[in-house]
């Protein structure tokens, strides 16, 4: 049985190893990658929008709800990425933490202007039993989904779309938003309270 323990504890830290090995490795290339924009190389422009356009476009219509804005923001952050080529400095972020992060903002942007009303300081909602990945997982009605989505303060929608959508984990969330871990859980558990209640009342009301 101890053996059984120390070889699950040297599987662990050998993964983590792993891990750190490819995170750096991926920052080595990403800052290739970059060098290469920096240096005005077409390919290396098109191989970036090739590997985070689509990704973009996703993110920011999730957040919108809007396809051509959706198309302007993911374009923006592209067109922000070129700008910020030569001051690029390796080891700092992936360029995929930084776009989301470019992205997110971007949105945020847009939904102030839109609303005229701070959505944080609505009532939060009693927790239903039905979990929100069931709901998010079934997809029975988009459009509820969209709109329940679309009424969640800025915050908790990016949580809620990078974590279910994206499928991002509580650390790489905390470094998109700019935020702590702890800070995510609550954003995703207020998030899902929401989702929850407004999924549940427009089932109800279709019945």
């Known amino acids: 049985m101890r053996e059984d323990v120390q070889a699950s504890k040297h599987r662990t830290q050998a993964a983590k190893l792993s891990a750190a090995a490819n995170g750096a490795s991926a920052k080595t290339a990403d800052a ?12 290396a422009a098109k191989e970036a929008i090739d590997l985070h356009a689509g990704r973009l476009h996703a993110l920011a219509y999730r957040m919108l709800n809007d396809t051509a804005e959706a198309e302007d923001v993911s374009q923006e952050a592209m067109l922000r990425l070129w700008k910020i080529a030569p001051e690029w400095r390796a080891g700092e972020a992936r360029i995929s933490t930084w776009l989301h992060r470019v992205t997110l903002n ?6 102030r202007k839109k609303r005229t009303t701070d959505l944080d300081e609505a009532p939060e909602q009693e927790d239903p039993a039905k979990s929100v990945q069931e709901q998010l ?4 009605d988009a459009a509820a989904l969209r709109k329940a989505l679309s009424a969640l ?6 949580a809620i779309i990078l974590r279910h959508f994206e499928e991002k984990s509580n650390p790489e969330i905390a470094e998109q938003l700019d935020v702590s871990v702890e ?3 609550s954003l995703l558990a207020r998030g899902r309270r929401a989702l929850k209640a407004a999924l549940n009342s427009a089932k109800g009301a279709q019945r």
Do not use: K, N, W
């Not at 290469?36 to 190389?41: F, K, L, N, P, Q």
């Not at 971007?106 to 939904?111: A, E, I, S, V």
């Open 106 to 111: 971007l949105c945020y942007d847009r939904l």
């Open 32 to 43: 290739e990658l970059m060098a290469r924009i920096a240096a005005g190389d077409p390919e």
């Open 183 to 185: 800070a995510v859980e």
């Open 137 to 140: 997982e079934a997809r029975d």
């Open 153 to 158: 303060p800025d915050r908790q929608r990016a």
